[in-house]
């Protein structure tokens, strides 16, 4: 039973790391280049990059997965958007809808 308990846990977090993979390379190339998206078409170019470079969009695809990984693990997310670190106020809206619902 404990053999059988241990094989479920290790295909969970291998399929849990499978999915992480997937969701951080769609957010990261459906949206275009980060710079570019968060300050507009109207930025200029060194804004754009100074953005990037500020924010971490210019380190390497591994690095920047290794780092929202470990943002995800420890819960540091706390409401915030990874790019502009501007608060996002979630759960109360999302309180109020699903108490309306009922």
Known sequence: M???ILRRLLVSLVIVLGLSIVVFLLLHFMAG???RTVLGPLASIEAV???N???GFNRPLVIQYLSYMSDLVRGISDGRTRSTRVSIPF???TRD???YSR
């Open 2 to 4: 404990a053999r059988y």
């Open 33 to 35: 280049p980060p710079g």
């Open 49 to 51: 990059e100074d953005f």
């Open 53 to 55: 470079e500020k924010a």
């Open 91 to 93: 759960l109360p809206s």
């Open 97 to 99: 809808e699903v108490s």
